[in-house]
Structures are given as C-alpha cells and as structure tokens.
C-alpha cells in the first residue's frame, strides 16, 4: 500500500492503495465516485473514460501512481449542475437508454468538442470509436454530438 | 439506491393510507389491506396528507405527485412510460410527477421486463389507476361545492367546475377525496384517446439528468456498511466442479478476507442457479481482482469437455444429410403434398443458413449485492426478473421467499440475460458465508464465458416456385440446441406445401433468451431465403411477399403458440415501407435496397435497408426505414423512437460482427478485444421511422424491430453486389466485387 494524493474534480483526496490500483476503483472503491463505469478492464468499451489534465483516458488502464499531479475530472465534475452542453444535449434528445455508458461517452465527447467545437461526422467517428454502446444510441450519440455543439457556439455567440 | 425510490418508512405509510382511505376496499390486486410483515401497525402519517387510492399513486396537499415504477428499467424507457399513462388518465402535468422505483412487492402485480409485454400487460391497468383517481378527485370536488361530478371536468392538476368556472387543485381535494369510497376499477370511465394530451408525444427518460451527471445508480454501484467486495471463478468448461484450489495462499495476498470452494448445484442439476466455483473476498475490487490472478484451481472434466462449434457444424450437416425419417429429426408441422410440389415445380432451389452462438454482452457485467441478517436476507440486484431473484436466493439460503427482500436497481442492459439470476444465486451463497454484506462482481471473461447464450443454428432449406411465380414449397430442417422453429413461425400457414424438421444437438451450452429469442435469427434465415425465391421466381421482392402474404386478413389455423397472423397488418407495413423507402428506384452498382418483415412480440414490422458496399468489399449502411405497427397508441413518441433505432442497430451488430467460438467445451472468447461489436463509424447515418397506428390494443417496443433489419441488410447486399451471405456473422464473408 502507499498513500497518493489526487486532485479529482478540483478537490484533492489522499488515498492509501496498492500503486498499480487503477483509478477506475480508486474513484469509485476509495472515493465514492461510481458515475465512472466498469465494462471490460481492458480499454475496449470506453465505460470509465475520465480526463487527465482534459485529455481523454481510461480509467481502467490508468494506474493511480501513473495520475501524477494531474487533475482528474469526472462525469460528477464536467459541470457543477449538469449544465454543460453535452448533458444538455443529452436530456434534450433523450440519448440514453440504459444508460450505463453514457458517463463514458460524455466524457469522450467533451474532450473532443474541447480540441475540435465543430466536429464533422468524421471527426465524431474517430473521436468516439473506443467507447461501446450496448444498447445501441449511437444514432442519437452523433446527434447529440452536433447539438451540444450547436449550444455552445450559440452560448458563446451570446457572450460575445 | 437509483432514483428516489420508495424506502420501507415511506411505503409502509403509503399502503397504510391506502387502506385507511378505503376502509378495507380491494382494487384489483394493487391495494392490499394489511401492512408489510413485521412493520409497526400506527400510521406514521395523518390520514389526508395524501391521497393515495392505489399503490401506484398518491398526491400530497401541496399538488406533488407521486407515481410509481414497478417494472425492472433496462433501457426499454419503461420507468418513463407507464407513469406517463397513469398521469395522462389522472389528467395531471408531467412537471410536476416525480417517479419513484418500488421494491419487489406483490401488491404491484407482475414485476418482470421481459418479452416486450410490460406494455401490453400494463397499459391498460395503469391506464384504471389513473382514472380511478381522477374520478374520485372530481367527485371530491362535485362533494365540496354541492354539484353534479358531471359538470365537473379535470385538467393539469385540478378540478373546474364547467358552468361556474370554479377551480379546486388536487392538492386541495387530497382530504377530501381520501375519505371516499374507491370506485371499482372496471367501472371509471377512461379518456377518450383523442383527448390525450400526453401519451404520443415526446417525453425525456425520467433520469436523464442522474444519467448525464453520474448521479443514476445502477447495481455496480450499490454499497452496504461494511460491505466486502467477492469474485466467483467457475470452471471454463461449464458445470465443472473445483477438485482443488490454492486458496490457502490467495489468502494470504494483500486485502484478502478469504478464499474458498464452493461444492453446491442450487437448482440441483442445473447450469443457470448456483454452479461450483472458487470466491475470493476481499476489501476492494482491485484487491478481489489482482488476487484471482494468482489463483489455481484444478477443476473436473465437465459434463461436455469436447463440444466445438466446428463438431457441432459437422453433426448438423450429417443430421441433415440422413433425411426425413432419420433418428433425431422430428416432424413439426406437414401441409399439403411436398414431394408432388417439388415435381410440378417451374423451379427449385437449396440453400443453408447458420449463426453462431452469441452473448448478450451487457456493458455491466453481472452483480450483485447481498446481505444476510439472520433469516432474512436484502438484495440489491440489475435483476429484469425480481421474483426469480427472490426464489433462487432463498432457495440457496434455505429461508422462506418472502424473508427475501429485493431492491430493483436500474439495469446496465438487459436484452434478457438478467431474467436469469445465476449471479444472485451466487452472491447469496458467498454472503452467507462470509457474514458480511458481500458485493459480488463478474469481470468481462466471466460474463462472456459464462452467459446464457442465444442459441447458435443451421437451417437447411429447400423452397419452390410454381410457373406463375408464387411460392409452392417450403421445406426446412432446423438444427439447433434445444429450441427450434415452432409450428407457425412465418412462412408456415402462407404455402400450401410446406413440411418443417426439427433436430436438436446434444450440447451442454447454458442459453437463454436474447432479445427477441427465436425471431432474431428466424427473421434473417427465412427473409433472405425468401428473398432468394423471389429472385429464383424473377419477380420483385415486394410483390412476391405481398403475393405470398395473400389477401386473407387474418391467418389463424395456429400451431405450436396458437398465435393468430395477422397478414393484413404486415401488407400494410411492407406497402408502406416500400412507397417511404422509395422502394424501385435506380441505383448504381454496388448499391442496393433491401427488405425485411417480421411480426414478433405482437408487433408488425417492416424495413428496408439502403446499402453501398464498395469494389474492396467495405460495408457502409446508409439509410433504414422502419414502419412500425405496434397498436393504436405510442405512449412516449421519443422512447419508442429510441427502442426502434437501438433495435436497428443492434441487429447489424448482432449480424455484421458477433460470434462465440466453442472449443474443449468452453467459449473461447476472453473479453471485447476478441468478441467484436458494432462501433459508432458502422451505425447507420440515417434511419427513418414511420408509425403505422391501427386498431389494435398497444404492444412493446423493447424486440420486434430487431428481427426485420439483418434480413434487409443482407438482401439489400445482395442487390448492390449479387453476394448472397448465409452465413452470420457478416465480417466473415468478402463482400468485394468488380
């Protein structure tokens, strides 16, 4: 066991667990945080993708001594309220159904309007490959994509 | 717990005032008149703080409304739509209902999802729930300013009095209405459906906003003070016991509490309870995990150590090739002359079809939480069976069902995988050994390799043409494991000569339903051989199955399921998915359209899929169009939506990429990067649905647009590059042309 410390959604956490620990049950064992999702351990279906610094990552592949000084945001940290406009986008549309790897997919989409704020349909399919979708919204994923786009251009055409 | 659901303290409240407000009344089997056993007897709550007629309902004084989902929420929007029928017929705004999850209870009637029949079976007594409520709200009202109920009306939360325009809140009648006598369900009057304001229209998922901030809490994530964290290693080879296990050293590793055998078969004999196996419990699921790295067990030889998928292929061809009278074949179903049909026909053709086994690959893999106090025990399970939970876990506990308490959490995919509850059996066993609240967790390989599989198949088929195009003969040989094609499963009662055989191998592969059992497969092998005689008969697609479809409105002369067919609602749908599709038109070489048509779990649909597959052979699938006939209402226009896109594109996935391979008696496949799926860049860019609305009581949403879709892709291929594929799945077969 050794103690790391995390700065996870902007509040550092000291945690006593074994150095290979991915953050994956780091996050939801030691802190509580289950928005982050188990699916396959092995980096295929994208369930736990987290952001490192704003990158996209996997949570199950990440070992919690390799997290460093970066910041680490969650599904439960990408807004204070549910308001950014992926989530928006989501509960307008009505994306999910089951809703289990939606956390991931989010997290995958921010990450990719962050670099890229007007992603073209082929830019949503090399962004959002990695991240399965058992139930099969991928038609209203991309949709909800575009439309998360389309709010925050015109949020941002609000604020100039 | 996911969502606010109903906890003992507040039930035990609502019942009791379900009863107080009766006096002792019975409402179809939703009101019970005593309280849960071993719960205090005293109202905790003055009676006229909420009415409450039912148990799926209660208003408070302030106007909040309350209503509750008793079905299992996979993904199917059913925690969305039923509360939305009920609040329709109470005639209140969906603003401002909050639903609530209950508990497995009786007094909620059937609590399973499965088949697609949570609709059907529930419609229409949600339907009574609300309307029973409304009657007696306006009544409250009528009571109060001394008029007719009749001048009454009720609209978004409140009672006005026509002539006078007086209004009363419901949550002013609260008081008022708790102490009237409930009216029979069977006499209220429901809506008129052309009133409805709610029903029909779209209506986001009622955890939207849980969902998108990590909020919604699903079965992974349940947690009990003190809770320990187990995996259970079963043997590869299904329903082998563990001879021996290094359990003495697992135990020693970091975070280990304990490591055992488990030597019980609960149901005995069977492969879908309880099976053996090796636990480890420990502090945290990484400690569990890293710890069954260095676990070795020396396991039985298993009932089945050499099944393969390659013995399996070769057994059925050998069945096929003995005939008819062969031992292992059995007659299903045997209409007119087959053999003279075959003789007179303008032509014959033979063709063989087949699909692998293939996993539900829920994205959460199978869990479960238990914990055991004494002789009761509380379950917190993704479970889409409830009440079968409930049964094997006290039949694994030795304690009576009702000592057995299940919390329903929400589902990471069901497709029905979860309507078995091996993984509650098996959490169960493990916490009343260890004493503890254990959380017990299959990774990916367990859930792979041991699921209960959609049944892999070959169907040998061998139809006729007569010299006006129409479809004369029909044979079929189905081999499969253990279920087969039922007696009127389509095209049966639609060829005058049609003769099906049946042959089941012996396997030892645990199966289980998978979305749309039997028609996912059934759709494809009999939409394409279809499609084939047409081609054969030189007649276009759409017509022969029209002609085929006949002009009889309904087709009964049932057989195994005494289903009747209603071959009037499937002409209708595929007419007008050929006129939305543009069905005919002109496209250039190595594009295509396709159709298929199915009528599964009460529904009559119809697709046609748009192909481009390029001279290298590259799949792309371009449009859908989906008629849909499930009745005369849609309940929520955006879910149904949503259950017919996933339906489209989980059938591609199933047919383009899934595949079990089976060797030694053992799934091979380990894990995602082995057991391939469908990914954002292969879903279709565009898909179009169109509700054909008839007659006919309201039916789910949650499987019968899978089935239609693999058999128009598949023509739809054939039409853009002349490849017939009979083999899934698809990714096997070079599609490449020139």
């Not at chain 2, 229409?124 to 001394?146: D, P």
């Not at chain 2, 869990?367 to 379950?379: F, H, K, P, Q, S």
């Not at chain 2, 199915?598 to 008629?627: C, N, W």
Request: include cysteine; proline fraction near 6%.
């Amino acid at each position: 066991m050794s103690k790391f410390n995390l700065l996870v959604n902007g509040q550092s956490h000291e945690v006593d667990v074994a150095p290979d620990t991915p953050l994956l049950w780091v996050l939801r064992d030691h802190l509580g945080l289950v928005g982050t999702k188990f699916g396959c351990g092995i980096g295929q279906c994208g369930a736990c993708t987290i952001h490192l610094d704003g990158n996209p990552a996997r949570g199950c592949l990440t070992p919690v001594a390799a997290a460093g000084a970066s910041k680490i945001t969650t599904i439960e940290g990408l807004s204070p309220d549910g308001t950014h406009p992926l989530q928006r986008a989501w509960c307008e549309l009505d994306v999910a159904q089951c809703g289990y790897c939606q956390a991931g997919q989010i997290m995958s989409a921010a990450a990719l309007l962050a670099q890229n704020p007007r992603p073209t349909d082929g830019d949503i399919d090399d962004a959002m490959a990695g991240n399965l979708c058992r139930c099969a919204t991928y038609y209203r994923i991309r949709a909800g994509i575009h439309r998360a786009s389309d709010l925050a251009s015109s949020a941002a055409e609000v604020r100039k | 717990m996911n969502a606010p659901a109903l906890t003992q303290m507040d039930r035990r409240g609502f019942l009791k005032l379900a009863t107080v407000a009766g006096g002792g009344f019975v409402l179809g089997s939703f009101v019970r008149a005593d309280t849960p056993a071993g719960l205090p007897t005293e109202s905790v709550e003055k009676a006229g703080d909420l009415f409450a007629p039912n148990v799926f309902l209660r208003i408070a004084s302030n106007g909040a409304v309350t209503i509750v989902s008793a079905r299992p929420e996979v993904g199917q929007g059913i925690k969305t739509s039923l509360p939305m029928v009920v609040a329709e017929e109470l005639g209140v705004d969906w603003k401002d209902v909050t639903v609530v999850s209950g508990p497995l209870d009786p007094s909620f009637g059937p609590q399973f999802a499965g088949g697609s029949v949570s609709t059907p079976m529930s419609y229409g007594e949600m339907r009574k729930m609300g309307a029973t409520a409304r009657t007696m709200l306006l009544e409250a009202a009528a009571q109060t300013w001394s008029v007719p109920a009749s001048e009454c009306v009720a609209q978004l939360g409140a009672v006005r009095h026509t002539p006078t325009g007086r209004i009363l809140k419901y949550g002013d009648l609260v008081g008022k209405a708790s102490t009237l006598a409930i009216p029979d369900p069977g006499s209220v009057v429901l809506k008129d459906p052309n009133s409805f304001s709610l029903l029909g229209t779209r209506v986001g998922g009622v955890d939207n906003l849980k969902v998108v901030t990590g909020q919604a809490l699903f079965g992974i994530d349940q947690k009990r003070p003190s809770m320990v964290y187990a995996v259970y290693v079963k043997s590869p080879v299904w329903g082998a016991r563990a001879l021996s296990a290094n359990v003495d050293h697992v135990k020693t590793l970091p975070g280990v509490r304990d490591a055992f055998i488990v030597d019980r078969t609960v149901p005995a004999g069977q492969i879908t309870g309880l099976v053996p196996g090796v636990a480890i419990i420990a502090d945290s699921t990484w400690s569990a995990f890293s710890a069954r790295t260095e676990l070795k067990v020396t396991w039985e030889a298993g009932a089945f150590p050499s099944s393969s998928w390659e013995g399996f292929a070769g057994q059925a061809r050998e069945i096929a090739a003995a005939g008819a009278d062969a031992p292992k074949v059995k007659e299903t179903r045997r209409d007119g002359d087959i053999d003279q049909a075959f003789a007179a026909a303008a032509k014959v053709i033979e063709a063989n079809y087949s699909y692998p086994f293939i996993s539900h690959a829920n994205l959460e893999p199978q869990n479960c939480l238990v914990e055991v106090v004494g002789d009761r025990a509380d379950i917190w399970a993704p479970t889409q069976n409830p009440s079968g939970a409930q049964k094997i876990a006290a039949e694994v506990l030795g304690v009576p069902a009702d000592h057995v308490h299940v919390t329903i959490t929400r589902i990471g995919g069901g497709f029905g995988r979860r309507l078995d509850s091996d993984p509650v059996a098996e959490c169960a066993a493990l916490a009343q050994k260890t004493g503890l609240p254990v959380k017990l967790l299959w990774n990916r390989t367990d859930d792979l390799q041991h699921d209960h599989y959609r049944p892999g198949g070959f169907h040998f088929l061998k139809g006729a043409v007569d010299a006006q195009g129409k479809l004369s003969a029909w044979r079929s040989h189905h081999v499969s494991f253990g279920s087969n094609m039922g007696a009127d499963d389509y095209p049966a009662r639609f060829v005058p000569n049609y003769l099906l055989l049946n042959s089941s191998l012996e396997n030892g592969v645990p199966q289980g339903p998978w979305r749309a059992p039997g028609s996912n497969t059934y759709a494809w092998v009999t939409g394409c051989f279809l499609d084939e005689l047409a081609h054969a008969a030189s007649k276009d697609p759409v017509e022969f199955n029209l002609a085929l479809l006949g002009d009889k409105d309904l087709v009964s002369d049932p057989g195994t399921t005494g289903r009747a067919y209603n071959a009037s609602r499937m002409r209708n749908v595929v007419r007008l998915v050929a006129e939305k599709a543009g069905w005919g038109r002109p496209m250039p070489k190595g594009s295509g359209m396709g159709l298929g048509y199915y009528f599964s779990h009460q529904g009559y649909i119809a697709e046609v899929a748009e192909v481009t597959v390029s001279p290298k052979g590259d799949l792309r699938v371009d449009r859908v169009v989906a008629v849909v006939d499930v009745g005369s209402q849609i309940v929520n226009l955006s879910g149904a939506e949503n259950q017919v896109q996933g339906s489209i594109i989980d059938g591609l996935n199933a047919a383009w990429r899934q595949e079990l391979d089976i060797r030694e008696g053992h799934v091979v496949q380990a894990n995602f990067d082995e057991y391939t799926m469908l990914r954002i860049p292969d879903a279709p860019r565009k898909i179009e649905i169109h509700f054909a609305k008839t007659n006919y009581p309201p039916t789910g949403l949650g499987e019968p647009a899978l089935p239609p879709l693999a058999p128009a892709v598949f023509n739809a291929i054939f039409a853009a590059t002349g490849k017939r594929v009979r083999q899934l799945p698809l990714s096997r077969t070079d599609l490449s042309w020139s």
